[in-house]
Structures are given as structure tokens and as C-alpha cells.
């Protein structure tokens, strides 16, 4: 079992303020770390696959850093917005194909 | 181009009931897997196709469950019988190419209730 743990596990904040989330993954074994954003009802929805460690990505307002050494990887929302409101769920792949998730942070953004 | 399509979006069945959940994964892909997120956990991996074949049942619960996929194209997950602790959504995603990176394209899921 591959424990992926994403903090917090929930977070309220204000539009326009910024805000990021981690996820730790196993250091050993690794091949890529996914972010998805999922809202209920709908396909989570791929946001960043990183493989290298130092990796940064970023699509709109939205980024992500990776650490591969120590196992970690933020994800940055500059000036968040309702409509960011939804699940963001990271996950780990290594030797197999699988992806190993987080339970995700939940995020809501109020006007 | 249509994405991962899953039918149906909710089912309710009694505890005993079989049930079948269908994928229709994106056009040419490949490789095909199921995940299930139990109510406050994680989603979790099930089982991953190539084409028609089983890459990978580790994940799959139990003998209740059996995924197929003839003809390498849909596949189909029956639960039978159905169980309580079933209940979950379950996520069928595609991806084109074998290896990481992949980038994997999920379907909107199937909420799925055993009472």
C-alpha cells in the first residue's frame, strides 16, 4: 500500500485570497505525481502530470512544485475565484500503472 | 471528441442485486482502468486493461466483481451479488500510450447505492 496523505483536508477561503495545498507521497519507486480537480457529478479533470524532480507547472492561476527527493508537491492558487471551489486530488504512479490517490483537499471559495 | 462516457450516473440497488456498470473509454485508447472512492476515503484503484486483456486485478475486491472488456473497446463492471460496503463511485478512465507519463481521462462516474 502507497500512502498518499494531501493536507489539509479541507479549506474555506475568501475570493482573491491565494491559497496551496500539499501532497507527500514515497519517495522510493517513483515515476510521475498527477494533480487532478474534481468536482461532484462531474470527470475529475487533469490539472499537472510532473515526473522531474524540481518540476514546475503552471495553467492559468494555478501551479504546482515538485520534490521528488523528500517526497512532497504543492499546489498554488493565486487569487482564487468560486468557481476553483471542487475536490483537488493528487496521486502517485510508480513501477505499475495504477495511481495511487490522496483523499484530496476540498477547497470552497465564497464570493 | 467525446470523452469517457459511464452509464449509468446513479444506481440503487438492494443488497443481493447484481448490477453492471459500462465504460465507453475514448476513442483508441488503449489502456483502460477502473477505480472505486468509498464515501471518505480515497479513490482506489481496481484493474487496468490493454486492449482485452487484464494488465493488472490487483485491486479488485473480491469474486463478486468481474470487469470485461470484449473486443478491447467498452468494458463493463458486474457486482454480483452486491454488498452494502459496495457502495462508492466508481471511475472508469482511459489513456492512449502505456508507460509513465500518461496522462489517464476520467469519466464523470458511476454513484452507485446498495441498500
Not at chain 1, 31 to 42: D, I, N, Q, S
Not at chain 1, 86 to 100: D, I, K, P, R, V
Not at chain 2, 7 to 18: L, R
Not at chain 2, 34 to 60: N, P
Given at each position: 500500500?502507497?500512502?498518499?496523505?494531501?493536507?489539509?483536508?479541507?479549506?474555506?477561503?475568501?475570493?482573491?485570497?491565494?491559497t496551496?495545498f500539499?501532497?507527500?507521497?514515497?519517495s522510493?519507486?517513483?515515476?510521475?505525481?498527477h494533480?487532478?480537480?474534481?468536482?461532484?457529478?462531474?470527470?475529475?479533470e487533469?490539472?499537472?502530470?510532473?515526473?522531474?524532480?524540481?518540476?514546475?507547472k503552471?495553467?492559468?492561476?494555478?501551479?504546482?512544485?515538485?520534490?521528488?527527493?523528500e517526497g512532497?508537491?504543492?499546489?498554488?492558487?493565486k487569487?482564487?475565484?468560486p468557481?476553483?471551489?471542487?475536490?483537488?486530488?493528487?496521486?502517485?504512479?510508480?513501477?505499475?500503472?495504477?495511481?495511487?490517490?490522496?483523499?484530496?483537499?476540498?477547497?470552497?471559495?465564497?464570493? | 471528441?467525446?470523452g469517457?462516457?459511464?452509464?449509468?450516473?446513479?444506481?440503487?440497488?438492494?443488497?443481493?442485486?447484481?448490477?453492471?456498470?459500462?465504460?465507453?473509454?475514448?476513442?483508441?485508447?488503449?489502456?483502460?482502468?477502473?477505480?472505486?472512492?468509498?464515501?471518505?476515503?480515497?479513490?482506489?484503484?481496481?484493474?487496468h486493461?490493454?486492449?482485452?486483456?487484464?494488465?493488472?486485478?490487483?485491486?479488485?475486491p473480491?469474486?463478486?466483481?468481474?470487469?470485461?472488456?470484449?473486443?478491447g473497446?467498452?468494458?463493463?463492471?458486474?457486482?454480483?451479488?452486491?454488498?452494502l460496503?459496495?457502495s462508492g463511485?466508481?471511475?472508469?478512465?482511459?489513456?492512449?500510450?502505456?508507460?509513465?507519463?500518461?496522462?489517464a481521462?476520467f469519466?464523470?462516474?458511476?454513484?452507485?447505492t446498495v441498500?
Amino acid at each position: 500500500i502507497l500512502n498518499v496523505e494531501q493536507s489539509p483536508q479541507s479549506l474555506h477561503v475568501q475570493e482573491g485570497d491565494s491559497t496551496n495545498f500539499t501532497c507527500s507521497f514515497p519517495s522510493s519507486n517513483f515515476y510521475a505525481l498527477h494533480w487532478y480537480r474534481w468536482e461532484t457529478a462531474k470527470s475529475p479533470e487533469a490539472l499537472f502530470v510532473m515526473t522531474l524532480n524540481g518540476d514546475e507547472k503552471k495553467k492559468g492561476q494555478i501551479s504546482a512544485t515538485l520534490n521528488t527527493k523528500e517526497g512532497y508537491s504543492y499546489l498554488y492558487i493565486k487569487g482564487s475565484q468560486p468557481e476553483d471551489s471542487a475536490t483537488y486530488l493528487c496521486a502517485f504512479g510508480n513501477s505499475g500503472y495504477a495511481l495511487n490517490f490522496g483523499k484530496g483537499t476540498s477547497l470552497l471559495v465564497t464570493p | 471528441e467525446a470523452g469517457v462516457t459511464q452509464f449509468p450516473s446513479h444506481s440503487v440497488i438492494e443488497k443481493g442485486q447484481t448490477v453492471t456498470l459500462r465504460c465507453d473509454p475514448i476513442s483508441g485508447h488503449d489502456n483502460l482502468y477502473w477505480y472505486r472512492r468509498v464515501m471518505g476515503k480515497e479513490i482506489k484503484f481496481l484493474l487496468h486493461f490493454v486492449k482485452e486483456s487484464k494488465q493488472d486485478e490487483s485491486g479488485m475486491p473480491n469474486n463478486r466483481f468481474l470487469a470485461e472488456r470484449t473486443g478491447g473497446t467498452y468494458s463493463t463492471l458486474k457486482v454480483q451479488p452486491a454488498e452494502l460496503e459496495d457502495s462508492g463511485v466508481y471511475f472508469c478512465a482511459s489513456s492512449q500510450e502505456e508507460g509513465w507519463p500518461t496522462e489517464a481521462f476520467f469519466g464523470q462516474g458511476t454513484r452507485l447505492t446498495v441498500v
